[in-house]
């Protein structure tokens, strides 16, 4: 399995704040945040990783040395630029994931459990192509799944709840090369999405559906974002162990 985190954003929410710290190495409750991501996936290894990281947050705070000892054996791809939405990132690790070999791509600021999305990822049914981890919510901030009472995905919208399901980044690929076919045909297609007009992660699945592969949607027992001071501050009231 691999498993790209793509950490290369700019965290603006944190530094009108005051928090200049890189985002993924803020520490919550004795773990940086990508750890509590990395923790909602426990199958996934240490070495599965692949993070995809600034230049000057490794100049300035070397998370590249800090990913590595977190994650012993993981992989940092160090970029200077800032590319045009987190589907164009994940594909700089392209000739790492392009592969029959199982992909994640996660966000680094949520923490969740779902037995289901872990039952599904270690236990694919023959018919699974991927799982999208869902949770109940209206908050338009958020990507959105529709599926059916079988779970099989039907369309998946960002930033427009096109149901009462928004998702969890934490998007399960059964093969890494259908992810990056998907995603390039929606890159070629300029099929941006939400009011910056980037390309997504969560709508490259759509490039799936279309063609008929099955993508399920796991139901999350519990889940937190962690992508705004003010969702750490609620999660550090909420969280019990």
Request: proline content about 6%; aromatic content about 12%.
């Amino acid at each position: 399995m691999k498993v790209v985190m793509p950490i290369a954003g700019l965290g603006s929410r944190f530094t009108k704040v005051g928090i200049n710290t890189p985002k993924p190495l803020i520490e919550i409750l004795g773990k940086p945040m990508a750890k509590w991501a990395a923790d909602s996936i426990p199958f996934a290894k240490p070495e599965d990783f692949i993070f995809i990281v600034r230049k000057d947050h490794v100049d300035e705070y070397k998370i590249d040395k800090e990913m590595k000892r977190i994650f012993p054996g993981c992989r940092v791809i160090v970029i200077d630029y800032v590319t045009e939405g987190a589907a164009c990132t994940v594909l700089i690790a392209k000739e790492y994931i392009n592969s029959d070999e199982p992909l994640i791509v996660t966000d680094c600021d949520h923490y969740f459990i779902s037995k289901e999305y872990e039952n599904w990822v270690t236990n694919p049914p023959k018919d699974l192509k991927g799982v999208i981890p869902v949770f109940h919510t209206q908050d338009k901030k958020w990507s959105f799944t529709k599926f059916g009472e079988d779970r099989i995905v039907t369309q998946v919208a960002e930033k427009i709840p096109i149901s009462e399901y928004g998702n969890i980044g934490a998007y399960y690929f059964r093969h890494g090369k259908d992810f990056v076919w998907a995603a390039e045909t929606m890159i070629a297609k300029n099929e941006r999405h939400g009011t910056a007009q980037e390309f997504y992660v969560a709508p490259v699945y759509n490039k799936l559906v279309e063609r008929g592969d099955h993508i399920y949607a796991a139901i999350c027992e519990k889940k937190w974002g962690l992508g705004t001071p003010e969702d750490v501050e609620f999660f550090k009231e909420d969280y019990k162990e």
